[in-house]
């Protein structure tokens, strides 16, 4: 376990299916977070776990997204009825406390 | 892959220069800062902190500067090198949350 592992890494859907994404954090950290960046902006949070428990969530994640960590290991994202706005990179990262953050590579999803 | 740094501020440096990158914080509270390296179609990637208890820190090549009156956070890369080549963010946290609050980046072009 090297690292933070995101799957898939590229997704295409069509405007109004349904999308998810999975995160697999490094093993030993017990925090899970997910942001969402787009072209040209930095990353802006999302969601974040403390193992199971969803601690935070922002005000971006409408009531189309739901994340869940239903083990304390790993995450999946996944978004209702996609639009176009919400074509993005989604980044997980994982941290074994309040620093030392780790990203992953992303899931880049294009809403057609 | 994704095109991080579209319509970023360009940093353009000649290899073997000193680079600095600057960043204006916005949260007065915050206390932990970082500074992240993306490349195209990646992940941010760690390359050093600093806590509000310090003003300069300093690793391999890189240097942090935080000036908590002004709220200004900066990067110093010494002889930068075209692996340098990337888009930088800096990042705060603190103000009892975990998530980190992204600045604008800032795209660092180096030429041999």
């Known amino acids: 376990d090297t690292g933070v592992s995101q799957d898939p890494r590229h997704k295409i859907t069509k405007r109004g299916q349904n999308v998810t994404f999975r995160c697999d954090p490094i093993?030993?950290?017990?925090?899970l977070y997910w942001y969402r960046q787009t072209l040209g902006q930095g990353p802006e949070f999302l969601t974040y776990?403390?193992?199971?428990?969803?601690?935070?969530k922002s005000r971006l994640l409408s009531d189309r997204f739901s994340a869940e960590r239903p083990k304390g290991s790993f995450s999946t994202l996944e978004i209702q009825r996609t639009e176009q706005g919400d074509s993005a990179m989604y980044l997980c990262?994982?941290?074994?406390?309040?620093?030392?953050?780790?990203f992953g590579s992303g899931t880049r999803l294009t809403v057609v | 892959g994704e095109n991080v740094g579209l319509h970023l501020p360009t940093l353009s440096v000649q290899e073997g220069d000193n680079s600095i990158i600057n960043c204006a914080y916005s949260?007065?509270?915050?206390?932990?800062f970082i500074w992240y390296k993306q490349e195209s179609g990646k992940g941010p990637q760690f390359i050093i902190d600093?806590?509000?208890?310090?003003d300069k820190r300093q690793g391999q090549r890189v240097t942090v500067l935080l000036n908590k009156t002004v709220k200004h956070l900066s990067l110093q890369i010494a002889a930068t090198q075209p692996g340098d080549s990337a888009v930088y963010f800096c990042?705060?946290?603190?103000?009892?949350?975990?998530?980190?609050?992204f600045g604008t980046g800032t795209r660092l072009q180096v030429f041999p």
């Open positions: 990262a994982s941290s074994p406390a309040a620093y030392g953050y780790t």
């Open positions: 093993s030993e950290h017990n925090r």
């Open positions: 776990f403390q193992n199971e428990a969803q601690l935070e």
């Open positions: 949260n007065s509270a915050s206390d932990y």
């Open positions: 600093i806590r509000s208890n310090m």
């Open positions: 990042a705060e946290s603190g103000d009892n949350t975990d998530k980190l609050i």
